[in-house]
């Protein structure tokens, strides 16, 4: 196969996904609502919006003085001295903790796996065998007294996974089939030893998850026309995950993966073919991302046929505790760029499913089962026959979810569960800065979602021509920053269908912008700033961990920032501290801890990647990896 051209290793190199489909696919310059998005962007609104935020109720202030603060007295973790900012290659930790690899990408999982060589790096038959790349959202399960790590692998690195390849990119045909395997996911069992915890090679429960894993699809859209392809005429089997992003867990112990930018994957080997709008809403376009899955498999190929993505963008739930379980693509939750799927039982014993859709301007969702769960539950109809609903915020703090339904479509169920953005879109739900993560609080009926940035809120409208005003959750015009929103169901019911929302934390630079909305909220300030919140997890004290992908430049209005970072939030008093800086061109992603609490598995993520140059962990090619973190005297920190 030829190499690849300047274009596609650019696209590795200096630009993540959604940059990527920003020039594949950029938004429509014009919106049929021109006037809605004048009035967003005039003047006047944007600080009368302003004032608003800062004036009311709207947005984060501290408690005093009652009962919570008395419930934050139990958070000794917070008891550390912050991390500043830094630049360095390495994860930095507050004084008294330590951290060590867990498990990197190419590590093998068997003993018949071959041990990581860093110039010589793996063929795909190898990578079949080793811990994937780019290691994302995770969950720690117990089964049959073990202690297993379900841990997603997103994508591929192509700074360190094709360091071995001159154009940087894959060159081989089995340069293409290891991606394949690098993606999807990963069940290693780990095992605590002398120096901390290590994976648990040829453990019964190891299991990889690739591209090519068949998975049964279920739900509405299970064999309608628009799911079958050539290969599966019944629409009923779809081959492999990737893209895996965030994760969540069910209450009957199963782990739900979510694929997020899977449109990617696919280019088309005829220049000339017109996308559908249906696709091109979902990013589709003659070029993907540069990983050629096209050239190997008709699958990928738009050209060939165009129901194949169809077949992703949906929550997957695995069964760790059986290695030999077929994975569900469940669609009742809908498709779209999944973050990650934040499961609660409602207090009628619905379930409730919070998932955010990571592209500028797209949508918050909910998914409520129509039966309950209780011992002998049907799990599957509780995945399968339920309502999604899209979240729509009122500038005066409150909220609505949406049913998305035939009635309030003019979709059909199935076509609601394929078309999901479209189906949002038809109902009027608020245009989010990109959603990603969602966590509930275990200790309140209370629920956060970070909304990473957006450089073209209030400047153009999203993918499917919806206006983006400035306001509401969505304060600022082009979004550099991030913030987290937080809203409590009315009534204390994750099933009920009113909200109250304001902001938790505005992200800014206090130190660059001295007023405004672009300094950030009250909680923070030059010690603990940082942008572009993305994971958001609580642990079992119901402290708030936030872990940033964010802009690592250090300049300009970055300036002060350093690398991407984790802090520790306390959800009462609205204190944040910054807990670990990361290394250069890495993300922070993806959270658990182990079952006595004392150390917590965290993931770096890409390290190296936008061209900056990291060696990270072994001071060789750099490889995402698991991190586990402890206190040195063995406290409980989870
Ligand atoms: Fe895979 Fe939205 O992060
Ligand atoms: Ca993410
Ligand atoms: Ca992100």
Known sequence: MKAKNDFDKQQHTALSHDGV????????????????????????????????????????????????????????????????????????????????????????????????????????????????????????????????????????????????????????????????????????????????????????FNRRITAHTPMEITGPARGHLLMKTPQDPQGVEALGTWANCGSGTTPWGTYLTCEENFNGYYASSDSGLEISPELQRYGLAHQGYGYDWHKVDERFDLAKGMNEPNRSGYVVEIDPSNPNSKPKKRTALGRFKHENAEMVIAESGQIVVYMGDDERGEFLYRYVSNNVFKADADIDDLMENGILYAAKFAEDGSGTWLPLTPKSTGMSLAEICIHTRQAASKVGATTMDRPEWVAVNPNKIEVYCSLTNNKIRGLKPNKGGDAQPVGGPNPRQDNKYGQVVRWTPEKGDHAANEFIWNLFVLAGNPDVHKTGLQAGSDNVDVSNMFNSPDGVHFDSQGKLWIQTDGKTTNQGDFAGMGNSQMLLANPYSGEIKRFMVAPKGAEVTGFAYSNDRKTIFVGIQHPGEWGIESTFPNGDVPRSTVIAISHKNGYQIA
């Not at 609104?45 to 003085?65: E, H, N, T, V």
């Not at 041990?115 to 010589?120: G, H, L, P, S």
């Not at 379900?150 to 591929?156: K, P």
């Not at 094709?162 to 069940?187: C, H, M, W, Y």
């Open 21 to 204: 489909d920003e020039i594949i696919r950029p938004a429509p310059d014009k919106v049929g609502f021109e006037e809605v998005l004048e009035k967003a962007l005039s003047r006047r609104d944007f600080f009368k919006g302003s004032a608003l935020l800062f004036g009311s109720s709207l947005f984060f202030k501290s408690s005093i003085g009652n009962a919570e603060s008395a419930e934050s007295k139990a958070f000794d973790v917070f008891d550390f001295e912050p991390v500043a900012a830094n630049v360095e290659d390495t994860v930095t930790l507050p004084q008294g903790y330590q951290w060590r690899p867990l498990v990197s990408w190419g590590q093998p999982m068997w003993s018949k796996g071959k041990t990581f060589d860093a110039e010589q790096l793996l063929t795909s038959e190898e990578q079949a065998l080793a811990f994937g790349d780019n290691n994302d959202g995770m969950k720690h399960f117990t089964v049959q007294g073990r202690e297993l790590l379900a841990i997603n692998n997103e994508y591929v690195n192509f700074s360190g996974f094709f360091s071995n390849r001159k154009s940087g990119a894959p060159e081989t045909l089995d340069d293409v089939l290891k991606t394949q395997q690098a993606v999807g996911v990963s069940i290693v069992e780990i095992q605590q030893v002398k120096n901390g915890w290590q994976i648990v090679q040829d453990s019964p």
